[in-house]
């Protein structure tokens, strides 16, 4: 049986309560606003002015959107997720 490898696979489902159902669809549909906007952004910036934004240009920027009062909802969840989302741009 040398060199034979097993390959196992695990299931795992949870059932979160309410408040953690909600507190998950906001920082889902929060690292998706991010996402999308900075791409948009690298879009607009390399079609219009054929310049190049990094992944350190973007976090900069989610700060400021952070700090809108239009997109103040960026700050409630917790700033990994949306950092993640701006590295895998």
């Known amino acids: 049986m040398v060199g034979r490898v097993v390959k196992r696979a695990f299931k795992y ?5 309410a408040v953690q159902a909600e507190q ?3 920082t889902f549909g929060s690292t998706r606003y991010v996402y999308n ?6 879009t607009r910036a390399w079609s219009q002015e054929q310049r ?11 700060t400021g959107w952070k700090r809108d ?3 103040a909802w ?3 969840p917790s ?8 590295r895998q741009l």
């Open 13 to 17: 489902r949870f059932y979160p309560t």
């Open 24 to 26: 998950l669809a906001r």
């Open 37 to 42: 906007r900075a791409l948009a952004e690298r």
């Open 52 to 62: 190049r934004i990094t992944y350190s240009d973007t976090s900069t920027m989610l």
């Open 69 to 71: 009062a239009e997109t």
């Open 74 to 76: 960026l700050a409630e």
């Open 79 to 86: 700033k990994g997720p949306l950092q993640e989302s701006l």
